[in-house]
Nanobody
Framework: RVQLRETGGGPVQVGGALRLSCGASDYRAREFCMGWFRQFPGKEREGIAMIYSRDRSKTYGDSVKGRFTIDLDYAKKEVYLQMNDVSLEDTATYYC????????????????????WGEGTQVTVSS
């Protein structure tokens, strides 16, 4: 079965940078959409970035646009999230997700469009 696993979370200071990685095992889609979400305590999961494998087109949520970058290594089926200039408001649990296959739907990442999820990695920003 498809499994996603995030790595790279941890503590980071305000203004610093962090790079999250997510590897997918047994994921056989040839064209697909992978994304990153985050969840604050007591809040619903927020879609922050997604990438389409065919043309590497990317979509970002407004809260991270210009600071975070999503990228994909197609051969490894790994997706990355480069987080720059982080703020206290970026403290959250970050999840990667993948769809069954095909293009990325919608103008921003939405949970129901993704079928597979990682267990999450915690990012804690401190001043």
């Amino acid at each position: 079965r498809v499994q996603l696993r995030e790595t790279g979370g941890g503590p980071v200071q305000v203004g610093g940078a962090l790079r999250l990685s997510c590897g997918a095992s047994d994921y056989r889609a040839r064209e697909f959409c992978m994304g990153w979400f985050r969840q604050f305590p007591g809040k619903e999961r927020e879609g922050i970035a997604m990438i389409y494998s065919r043309d590497r087109s990317k979509t970002y949520g407004d809260s991270v646009k210009g600071r975070f970058t999503i990228d994909l290594d197609y051969a490894k089926k790994e997706v990355y999230l480069q987080m720059n200039d982080v703020s206290l408001e970026d403290t959250a649990t970050y999840y990667c997700a993948a769809n069954y296959g095909g293009y990325c739907r919608g103008q921003y990442p939405q949970g129901p469009d993704f079928a597979f999820w990682g267990e999450g990695t915690q990012v804690t920003v401190s001043s």
